[in-house]
């Protein structure tokens, strides 16, 4: 089953913040974010893990709320290299470590 | 130069013909993944295999076909092709587990004519 982000896309100008939420309507134990750059293939950004600390890289970031099922991936001052299409990913055992991902959601950075 | 090798780029096929897509990874990862990315859907898992001479559904399995003979091939078969089967298709690889990192092919644009 794929998870569910929202939104579906946001529009930013250079320096804003933004949110990306991913949820699950079953328990998570991992959540996996990665960034697809127009034509090109997705490329890994992080994994969180349940129980695990908030991860980083660069100025984005993530959470997971393993109450809630959610992750969230925070975009902070936002550069024009942030655009694209940003996926969150499951993988559980009891889903025989499928490696499933959610609609996307496209993000623009605008100078 | 290791990493995960699509082919071909781009076909354009016409309905009815039987078409394979090639996938090849050279990081001796054990598990790998197909997906189809149509706009507005995301990614969405087609097949999967977690280790060489096993593989399973994933969420639209149907009118798609996948063997993997050894650890670094996953070839993805088309058997009758059809207009609703135009889309890029990923092939991803990594070790299996909840925490491992997945890294993508360039992707296959196919149109079924």
């Known amino acids: 089953q794929q998870p569910v982000q929202s939104p579906q896309a946001v529009i930013l100008r250079e320096g804003e913040d933004a949110v990306i939420n991913c949820s699950s309507s079953?328990?998570?134990?991992?959540v996996h974010w990665y960034r697809q750059k127009h034509g090109e293939a997705p490329v890994f950004l992080m994994i969180?893990?349940?129980?695990?600390e908030q991860k980083g890289h660069d100025k984005i970031s993530a959470s997971f709320n393993e109450k809630k099922q959610q992750s969230s991936l925070y975009l902070t001052a936002s550069q024009l290299s942030y655009s694209g299409t940003y996926f969150c990913?499951?993988?559980?055992?009891?889903?025989?470590?499928?490696?499933?991902f959610g609609a996307g959601t496209t993000v623009t950075v605008r100078a | 130069i290791a990493g995960i090798t699509q082919a071909p780029t781009s076909q354009i096929l016409a309905a009815g013909r039987r078409m394979t897509l090639r996938c090849t990874q050279d990081?001796?990862?054990?598990?790998m993944y197909w997906y189809r990315q149509d706009l507005g859907l995301g990614l969405r898992l087609i097949h999967y295999?977690?280790?060489?001479?096993?593989?399973g559904k994933g969420e639209v399995p149907d009118g798609y076909s996948v063997s993997r003979a050894n650890t670094d091939d996953f070839p993805l078969t088309l058997a009758s092709a059809v207009p609703s089967q135009t889309s890029v298709y990923f092939c991803?690889?990594?070790?299996?587990?909840?925490?491992?990192?997945?890294?993508f092919g360039q992707g296959t644009r196919l149109t079924v004519v």
């Open positions: 991803a690889s990594r070790y299996t587990g909840v925490d491992t990192e997945a890294f």
């Open positions: 969180l893990l349940k129980g695990g």
């Open positions: 079953k328990a998570l134990y991992s």
């Open positions: 990081m001796r990862h054990n598990a």
């Open positions: 990913g499951t993988s559980e055992r009891s889903n025989d470590y499928k490696l499933s």
């Open positions: 295999s977690n280790t060489a001479g096993t593989t």
